[in-house]
């Protein structure tokens, strides 16, 4: 079936310190699946962070990146340098235009980063 | 610009009451909708999603049932709760333009149900 995997919260990382947030997906009866990551913020709604549409791309906001990468089926959440107000869930997400632009979540994961 | 108002914020309501979630969006006309719901420690699901005012698509059977009384509209609502009702719901719209559409979400409302 479809789904989405991701790092299992949740993570704790130092201001300054690199993340790697892990997403992998399965997209069996999507042809060309859509891949987001999407942030809730405390207290805030869901926000989209980035999105990417075509296998081998990049996407970039606010610091983080994640390439489509469809050989190994993967979009993972990278920042090179983290500060504290990036401490929020963040849901890796798989779309596609039937059924209403239907999403497919991850479980989200949790950051906190430490000052 | 586009906003979207969900109401209410949190819920605590018994088994076997009624419920009504809304939300509202201002700033575009004819937007896609959806209701997605989380369970505690489980995933974000679409729920319903509508293109057009009086038609709604359910996408997962909850005993739950949502409509679409005018365009900027969106309720969720049951006559009888059950326990496994409880959890984060959230209320999003895209533009409605075709494609694989980028989603905009409320800012949810917390249920539960005791």
């Known amino acids: 079936g479809d789904s989405v995997t991701q790092t299992e919260g949740p993570v704790t990382v130092s201001e300054s310190e690199s993340l790697i947030i892990n997403c992998t997906y399965s997209?069996?009866?999507?042809?060309?699946?859509?891949l987001f990551w999407y942030v809730r913020y405390p207290g805030e709604g869901l926000q989209l962070l980035l999105k990417?549409?075509?296998?081998?791309q990049k996407g970039s906001s606010r610091g983080f990146e994640a390439t489509y990468n469809k050989e190994t089926t993967s979009f993972h959440l990278q920042k090179a340098s983290v500060q504290e107000s990036d401490s929020a869930v963040y849901y890796c997400?798989?779309?596609?235009?039937?059924?209403?632009?239907?999403?497919?979540f991850g479980i989200g994961t949790l950051l906190s980063v430490k000052p | 610009a586009q906003t979207i108002h969900q109401w209410p914020v949190a819920e605590i309501k018994a088994v076997g009451s009624p419920l009504s979630l809304g939300c509202t969006i201002k700033?575009?006309?004819?937007?896609?909708l959806y209701w997605y719901w989380q369970a505690t420690g489980g995933t974000l699901q679409q729920l319903f999603y509508?293109?057009?005012?009086?038609?709604v698509e359910s996408v997962v059977q909850l005993n739950l049932s949502a409509s679409r009384p005018k365009d900027d509209q969106f309720i969720l609502s049951t006559e009888k709760l059950l326990l496994s009702h409880s959890g984060f719901y959230l209320c999003?719209?895209?533009?409605?333009?075709?494609?694989?559409?980028?989603?905009?979400f409320g800012s949810g409302t917390r249920l539960t149900v005791l």
């Open positions: 999003a719209w895209s533009p409605g333009l075709g494609g694989t559409e980028t989603l905009y």
């Open positions: 997209a069996t009866s999507i042809a060309y699946p859509n």
């Open positions: 990417v549409i075509t296998a081998g």
């Open positions: 997400a798989l779309g596609y235009g039937s059924s209403g632009n239907k999403l497919i």
């Open positions: 700033g575009k006309s004819s937007p896609n």
């Open positions: 509508s293109i057009t005012v009086g038609q």
